[in-house]
């Protein structure tokens, strides 16, 4: 049952008598006045208040109601004690205020100068968080500079990298270049440097705020080329002409053609620039540009006869392999030249949106201590553009070694493949930074249309000086007739470009960064010159014909696509401003 009456009305009984008995045992209060009494009345009621104030209610059982009076009653007698204590610091520091009060009128009245309102040193500022938990942001979400960045609400821990449980972390701490934070945008800058404003107007020529350009030099790898066998010779003595060269014979010795060719590095450059359009780098505009050189292989051999020199072909008339003389003893004397060469250019405009970035603590790849690191993921969507130029040429000069037959012939044979995509081009982009180290990755695709053109050509131009006029050109070579093969052959397919890549960056300033990168790309429904040799030749069609012409039109032509990557190693250094 509830006791606060119970204890009051005891209370107030003690307070009363006590009262009373002081005022009959004292001569001097004989004859008290109604002031005294009303103190006393006052007093009385500023106990109940107190008694009141403090009441909180508690059940007790029947056993327990005796020592509940006794510990209720001793807890107000402490409150009582409590209450007259506080009552007189009140008064002594009110009396002290007085007093300073009249120092200070007495001090203005003789013109003296005052002392300052306040302390003219700024209070120190108080680090630190309680209980050991780091804010993660002003207001909603805003990253506090050099604090780590989370999903979660609260990170608990001291919010250095020793807290991770290393000694000083690998790189003895969070790098000195500052991820920072922008404005309250929540986003990391990830060691970028951002400037009051990105994009500055302006009448004349100028330069954007915030930007980035780099420059690598490129050793790429490529699809090798599939070639048929194009050149041969024979070994070993008494070969007759009618077997020199020949595919399939056990004295032929293939010279350039029958596997992959261009499987060597090629040499090239790529070229990256682009701007922010706002402070935080949220938005940006990019652009890139590549190019591998024109590289080529082949092979020139030149022979009176010894060795022999041969093209080889299917002849269709005999249905059997057959080949070309271009040098045999005595017959003729002959240089032959077969080069494959290729060139891949790209290049592409794209926007850049950055989607999420985050701060903390993590282990690096080849140390297990703790450091800071912070990272940004954007996207990227635009334009991008890929051209594929290859080109195969066979060429041979030969000269009559018979008196009786003099003349000279001149044979060409060219197949040309253009590539050109043109797409849609969306990726995702990631960079991780920790300390002066850096790792960007990337994956792209690109989706769009490639339109596929294969030219075949040649000519054969003979040199007769018993013949009116002695020079006559002729289309058509030995592996390109007319009619046949011969034109130019054009159509468009679909095509996907996915790219893969990864660079590794240390900052070597504030504004300058050291590359070393690796690139994938994948190129589908492609055509290239070696799958467009058609190695059926009808004797008949070679220069100079002689109607009435027999036989089928061949070589002919028919498009065959195939897939194509290229792969490969950056080496270079970006700017920032």
């Not at 002003?138 to 020793?162: E, N, Q």
């Not at 009559?400 to 982009?429: A, K, Y």
Request: charged share 20%; glycine share 12%.
């Amino acid at each position: 049952m509830l006791t606060f009456r119970c204890q009051t009305n005891i209370f107030l009984t003690v307070a009363v008598l006590f009262a009373a008995s002081t005022s009959a045992a004292d001569p001097r209060y004989g004859n008290t006045s109604r002031r005294d009494n009303s103190n006393a009345d006052r007093n009385v009621r500023s106990t109940e208040r107190v008694a009141r104030a403090s009441w909180q209610p508690s059940r007790r059982d029947d056993a327990g109601d005796n020592n509940a009076d006794e510990s209720q009653l001793e807890e107000t007698t402490v409150k009582l004690v409590g209450y007259e204590d506080e009552t007189r610091d009140r008064a002594r520091q009110a009396k002290t205020r007085r007093a300073n009060q009249q120092r200070v009128r007495q001090v203005a009245a003789n013109n003296a100068p005052l002392p300052p309102a306040s302390s003219i040193i700024d209070p120190p500022v108080q680090h630190g968080h309680l209980d050991g938990q780091i804010p993660m942001g002003y207001g909603s979400g805003t990253p506090i500079h050099g604090l780590p960045s989370y999903d979660s609400d609260v990170v608990y821990g001291d919010g250095s990298c020793d807290s991770m449980g290393c000694g000083g972390g690998c790189d003895s701490g969070c790098d000195s270049m500052s991820c920072g934070g922008c404005g309250t945008s929540g986003c990391s800058m990830c060691g970028e440097l951002a400037s009051p404003n990105a994009w500055r107007p302006c009448l004349t020529l100028c330069v954007p705020q915030d930007g980035w350009v780099s420059f690598e030099y490129l050793t790429w790898w490529q699809d090798g080329m599939d070639l048929p066998p194009l050149v041969t010779s024979s070994v070993g003595p008494n070969v007759p002409a009618t077997q020199a060269g020949v595919l399939g014979q056990a004295t032929t010795r293939i010279l350039f053609g029958g596997d992959d060719v261009l499987t060597d590095n090629f040499d090239g450059g790529r070229l990256r620039f682009g701007v922010w359009l706002d402070k935080c780098h949220t938005w940006g505009l990019g652009a890139e540009y590549f190019n591998i050189g024109s590289e080529s292989e082949g092979i020139s051999r030149t022979s009176t006869g010894n060795p022999t020199l041969s093209r080889p072909f299917f002849n269709t008339e005999t249905n059997q392999e057959d080949a070309q003389i271009v040098a045999f003893p005595g017959i003729l004397t002959g240089t032959v030249r077969a080069t494959a060469t290729s060139e891949l250019t790209g290049a592409g405009v794209h926007l850049r949106h950055l989607r999420n970035c985050c701060e903390g603590c993590s282990s690096g790849l080849f140390c297990g201590c703790a450091g800071h690191f912070c990272s940004r993921t954007e996207a990227i969507f635009g334009y991008r553009g890929l051209q594929l130029k290859e080109s195969v040429t066979i060429h041979e000069d030969l000269v009559s070694n018979d008196p009786s037959n003099p003349g000279s012939f001149d044979i060409m044979d060219r197949f040309e493949t253009r590539n050109q995509f043109n797409g849609f081009d969306i990726g995702w982009l990631n960079r991780r930074t920790r300390g002066f180290w850096s790792l960007d990755t990337s994956l792209r695709l690109a989706i769009g249309n490639n339109k596929q053109t294969v030219r075949v050509n040649g000519s054969t131009e003979i040199t007769d000086p018993s013949a009116t006029p002695s020079v006559q050109t002729f289309e058509g070579g030995l592996l390109t007739q007319n009619p046949g093969n011969i034109g130019v052959f054009e159509r468009n397919e679909f095509a996907v470009v996915p790219e893969i890549g990864a660079t590794l960056g240390y900052q070597l300033t504030d504004h300058l960064r050291a590359t070393l990168g690796y690139t994938f790309i994948y190129w589908s429904n492609m055509v290239r010159p070696g799958d467009h040799i058609d190695r059926d030749v009808n004797p008949n069609l070679i220069p100079p014909q002689v109607p009435p012409i027999a036989g089928a039109a061949r070589p002919g032509f028919e498009f065959d696509t195939t897939d194509y990557w290229v792969q490969g190693l950056s080496f270079g250094g970006e700017y920032r401003w």
